[in-house]
């Protein structure tokens, strides 16, 4: 049993349906988490980590060479 | 080019044009403030403006510091830099979709440092975190290559 804070004030999540997801790429990794109250989304959160960043397509790091 | 001048640049050691006076040597405030992927932010951006940031419950306009606890360093011949903590938005509620971070420098003017881009997120009465890559020459978050 946890609390979850939602649209809705604190919850315990035992009344929420909880969704999660990965996605992995050459860009990220991102997991996210959902809880849904009745059909309703309450929650969503992102944690995304940063692996081969982009700057809209080109590459960070910037050549000096 | 010389490796050490690449990390000197990083801590504003040169200047081949009109620079800035600075109060101290002390490390720059910088922040991160996130767009709509409507928005047009990329590498000719050159300072924060609020058109087409994000706006929401407890989203702060400007969005949140960034801690640089390690100074920048050197490898090979790259110079980098790598935020040393997650940048995280606590308790948001970011309902439009979001695709990008822009890091500013605003101790000098929110002059644009760089924009980095993402598969786009919203976030409900949550939070969106961004976990810094490791702070290396391949894989940090500012490389000078």
């Not at chain 1, 009344?15 to 990220?28: P, W």
Request: glycine share 8%.
């Amino acid at each position: 049993m946890a609390i979850v804070t939602t649209t809705k004030g604190d919850m315990d999540d035992s009344l929420l349906e909880k969704k999660e997801g990965i996605i992995d790429n050459d860009n990220e990794t991102t997991s996210w988490v959902e809880y849904w109250l009745e059909g309703e989304l309450v929650h969503r959160s992102v944690d995304m980590t940063l692996k081969r960043m982009t700057v809209t397509g080109e590459a960070v790091a910037q050549s000096l060479s | 080019m010389c490796t050490s001048f690449k990390g000197e640049l990083l801590v504003g050691h040169h200047n081949f044009g009109t620079g800035v006076v600075r109060g101290s040597t002390a490390t720059d405030s910088f922040k991160a403030a996130l767009y709509l992927a409507s928005a047009t932010v990329n590498a000719s951006t050159t300072a924060y403006s609020a058109t087409n940031e994000v706006s929401g419950t407890g989203y702060t306009a400007g969005g949140v510091a960034v801690t640089f606890g390690t100074a920048p360093s050197t490898s090979g011949t790259t110079a980098f830099v790598t935020p040393s903590a997650s940048i995280s938005y606590t308790t948001v509620t970011l309902a439009t979709a979001f695709d990008c971070v822009l890091l500013y420098n605003s101790t000098q003017s929110n002059k644009a440092v760089s924009v980095h881009t993402f598969g786009s997120q919203t976030v409900t009465a949550g939070t969106f975190t961004l976990t810094m890559p490791t702070n290396d020459a391949s894989t940090g978050l500012i490389r000078l290559a």
